[in-house]
């Protein structure tokens, strides 16, 4: 079954750090893009963090996580990762991370409606 499964959310206080993960089954990253996503409530489903596999690895930040978040992954473990440091208020939210396969992680965007496959959301709330 190809399935995402995210987990590591939980609450933090401002200035603290969370790491989700999210475990794929059912296929490998090669030619693969994975993509970290959040909504919170009211708010359209945001890019936060996206890495593709291609002859250049391509990495995208949303501006307002630049310099604390990290997007990494364990390729022999199927598994992508979001380090979360310096959290902010800003940043609660439920993360969703999603996969396509193919080139879908650009510079400076990346769009939800490029991804198919896409993990259940883990809630991450910050607190002042």
């Known amino acids: 079954e190809v399935q995402l499964v995210e987990s590591g959310g939980g609450e933090v206080q401002a200035g603290g750090s969370l790491r989700l993960s999210c475990a794929a089954s059912?296929?490998?990253?090669?030619?693969?893009?994975l993509g970290w996503f959040r909504q919170s409530p009211g708010k359209e489903r945001e890019g936060v963090a996206c890495?593709?596999?291609?002859?250049?690895?391509?990495?995208y930040y949303l501006d307002s996580v630049k310099g604390r978040f990290t997007i990494s992954s364990d390729n022999a473990a199927n598994t992508v990762y979001l380090q979360m440091n310096n959290m902010e208020p800003e940043d609660t939210a439920v993360y969703y991370c999603?996969?396509?396969?193919?080139?879908?992680?650009?510079?400076?965007?990346?769009?939800?409606?490029?991804?198919?496959?896409w993990g259940q959301g883990t809630q991450v709330t910050v607190s002042s």
């Open positions: 890495i593709t596999y291609s002859d250049d690895v391509i990495k």
């Open positions: 999603a996969a396509e396969g193919g080139n879908y992680c650009y510079i400076d965007y990346v769009t939800q409606a490029d991804f198919a496959l």
């Open positions: 059912g296929f490998t990253f090669d030619g693969y893009a």
